[in-house]
Nanobody
Framework: QVRLQESGPGLVKPSQTLSLTCTVS??????????WTWIRQPPGKGLEWIGA???????VYSPSLKSRTSISRDTSKNQFTLQLRSVTPEATDVYYC????????????WGQGTQVTVSS
């Protein structure tokens, strides 16, 4: 059973960096086709794909967020991380980590999500 769990601060101040970690159990980063993904959902709105990291492709980012986003992984800890720089209150969302079997494929495993509020 694959499980993903997000962790990180629930409150971030404007202009700072939002940092989240996803801990993966029941799987590792050895499968080339898997995209380890970050997605967010604003209140009352749809899902927004942020970016992903994969053995086969490195990192890929949403064009609208690319300049402020970094995704990395620590294979020794079975974790991957999201950093979103220079956040504004509009980044107040529920953030999910997930796994997709291919960049164009749907998500097959989700984390439970974590609320991040950007406020001074």
């Amino acid at each position: 059973q694959v499980r993903l769990q997000e962790s990180g601060p629930g409150l971030v101040k404007p202009s700072q960096t939002l940092s989240l970690t996803c801990t993966v159990s029941g799987d590792s980063f050895t499968t080339d086709s898997y995209y380890w993904t970050w997605i967010r959902q604003p209140p009352g709105k749809g899902l927004e794909w942020i970016g992903a990291i994969a053995n086969s492709a490195g990192t890929v980012y949403s064009p609208s967020l690319k300049s402020r986003t970094s995704i990395s992984r620590d294979t020794s800890k079975n974790q991957f991380t999201l950093q979103l720089r220079s956040v504004t209150p509009e980044a107040t969302d529920v953030y999910y980590c997930a796994r997709a079997d291919g960049l164009e494929s749907g998500i097959d495993y989700w984390g439970q999500g974590t609320q991040v509020t950007v406020s001074s």
